[in-house]
């Protein structure tokens, strides 16, 4: 599957539109009743109802993980700033333990990503005496401030399309490409052409809402971009 969702949109395009030239003119045509066109419509209307909120949805999830790995970036690159007036010791440690950090959420993608480090992180803050304890308090407090950006992160990647929705979504793409493709329209090669189409369009929709819930879309593989920007630089630069 994963390899699958790698493929490049572009590619899915051509591929379905061959395999429905093909299907068009070599499948068997049926002419149906005006009670079975009624079905199609009211299939169609339910697909066209139902794919709708749920693209729409995915598309805002993919929108608020871009802000909460920004704000939780902005929140990391403070906290290096800050890192600067604490002592050399401590700042070296606090940019190590960071930049450990940002490396483990990026290797999961943030699916439970750095959760012993960020502990660890905590317990060091708290552990500091002396003439360290003061900055390793003000360390403290950022961290403990971010977490609100770390459970929103949590939530919204565990937030996915729910398997009985996959279900209805696939009886209702499969008898509306049924019909398109069993439908006769006469011989013409124009119209064959605009059924092939139909049904590339049809199965893009699903192909698209599977990339966008699984995050491997491509506008959603940018979203870790500023913390890839934070450990490529070593905390130097945001953007």
């Not at 009743?33 to 079905?39: F, I, N, Q, R, V």
């Not at 019909?179 to 006469?186: A, E, I």
Request: glycine share 4%; hydrophobic share 50%; aromatic share 12%.
């Amino acid at each position: 599957m994963k390899l699958l969702l790698k493929v490049r949109l572009s590619v899915y395009f051509w591929v379905f539109l061959g395999i429905f030239i093909i299907a068009s003119f070599y499948l068997p045509k049926m002419k149906f009743e005006s009670s079975a066109l009624t079905l199609f419509s009211v299939n169609s209307f339910l697909y066209g109802f139902y794919i709708a909120p749920i693209l729409s949805a995915q598309k805002a999830r993919i929108e608020e993980l871009h802000k909460i790995v920004r704000a939780e970036s902005n929140a990391l690159f403070a906290m290096a700033l800050n890192s600067k007036s604490y002592g050399e010791k401590l700042h070296k440690e606090v940019l190590a333990m960071l930049d450990g950090y940002v490396k483990h959420v990026l290797s999961t993608k943030g699916i439970g990503g750095g959760e012993q480090i960020y502990e660890h992180m905590i317990t060091t803050s708290l552990s500091q005496k002396g003439k360290d304890a003061e900055s390793a308090k003000k360390f403290l407090d950022q961290l403990i401030a971010n977490q609100a950006n770390r459970s929103n992160l949590a939530m919204q990647i565990s937030n996915k399309v729910f398997s009985n929705e996959w279900w209805i979504m696939i009886v209702l793409f499969s008898i509306t490409l049924s019909f398109v493709l069993l439908l006769d329209t006469g011989k013409s090669f124009f119209i064959s052409i605009v059924k092939a189409l139909l049904c590339t369009g049809l199965s893009m929709l699903i192909l698209i809402l599977v990339k966008l819930s699984s995050l491997t879309h491509k506008k959603a593989t940018k979203m870790w971009d500023p913390l890839k920007k934070l450990s490529d630089t070593h905390f130097y630069r945001l953007d």
